[in-house]
């Protein structure tokens, strides 16, 4: 470190030094657990579209934010919104099985070839 920055971090302690994390914590892993919880609610990442993602996301944004909130009206405010979100999250529809051949319907009621 040159004597410049030691200087000015001495100077301005609220700077962060050359090289220093602004965010020593790191990111926050509240919001993928939530995120995953609520796409599992929604059946899976396979029944959840690229869109719905989004919006579970945001919502999940939202619902902490609403806890964080100082304001009991925009606690309110932000849990509906989330609300709002996750009711047009739309799900992919699940695949229809296959139905049984014949040769498998044959054999499942008893009836010879």
């Known amino acids: 470190m040159s004597a410049d920055a030691v200087q000015m971090t001495e100077q301005k302690p609220w700077l962060f030094r050359p090289g220093q994390s602004g965010n020593p914590s790191g990111r926050g892993k509240r919001l993928p657990a939530m995120v995953a919880a609520i796409v599992k ?25 609403a806890e964080r909130a100082k304001d009991a009206n925009d606690a309110v405010r ?27 319907m044959r054999q499942r009621h008893g009836i010879a070839p």
Request: charged share 30%; net charge neutral.
């Open 78 to 104: 932000l849990a509906n919104a989330s609300a709002r979100l996750l009711s047009k999250v739309e799900r992919r529809p699940q695949p229809e099985p296959e139905p049984p051949s014949l040769a498998e």
């Open 41 to 65: 609610d929604f059946g899976g990442e396979d029944r959840v579209t690229a869109a719905g993602l989004l919006l579970v996301e945001q919502a999940c944004r939202l619902k902490i934010k």
